[in-house]
């Protein structure tokens, strides 16, 4: 499946890790990304990993293909009601949080069954945040 614009809530150590690959494997993807700090922006930024150099609004996601969630599990259900009525008909949005019921119950009250694809990483480290992601975290 071929993705154009891509879209990061969050970019840790799993969403890094995940864009770092998307990127290495497609390079000419357009990848966005809000985090919780600026710093992992600029990080992510100067590296040319992502397109946008400040913080973004979630109405910036909405010519995202796809968009992963990678923030903690209970960010992520708030993302995805803000996102319900934002992204475009056809974008998937999935995530990376370790629980998936909260957030399936979450989709089945938006109506969102059509768009979402629960995920698990299965992966990590004993290290968090942006600056210990890598390409080959997931493999």
């Avoid at 700090?37 to 600029?42: A, E, G, K, L, Y």
């Avoid at 019921?101 to 290290?127: N, R, T, W, Y």
């Amino acid at each position: 499946m071929h993705f154009d614009k891509v879209g990061f809530i969050g970019l840790g150590l799993i969403g890094g890790s995940i864009a770092r690959k998307m990127k290495e494997n497609n390079p000419k993807v357009s990848i966005i990304a809000t985090a919780g700090h600026q710093q992992t922006i600029d990080d992510a930024f100067g590296l040319g990993l992502i397109d946008n150099n400040e913080l973004l609004e979630l109405n910036s996601f909405k010519d995202c293909d796809v968009i992963f969630l990678c923030a903690p599990v209970n960010k992520n259900i708030e993302y995805l009601t803000q996102l319900k009525d934002i992204i475009k008909d056809d974008c998937i949005i999935t995530d990376a949080g370790s629980v998936k019921g909260p957030i399936h119950k979450a989709v089945e009250e938006l109506g969102m069954d059509h768009c979402f694809i629960g995920g698990h990483p299965m992966a990590g480290s004993e290290q968090s945040g942006f600056e210990h992601s890598s390409d080959h975290l997931l493999e």
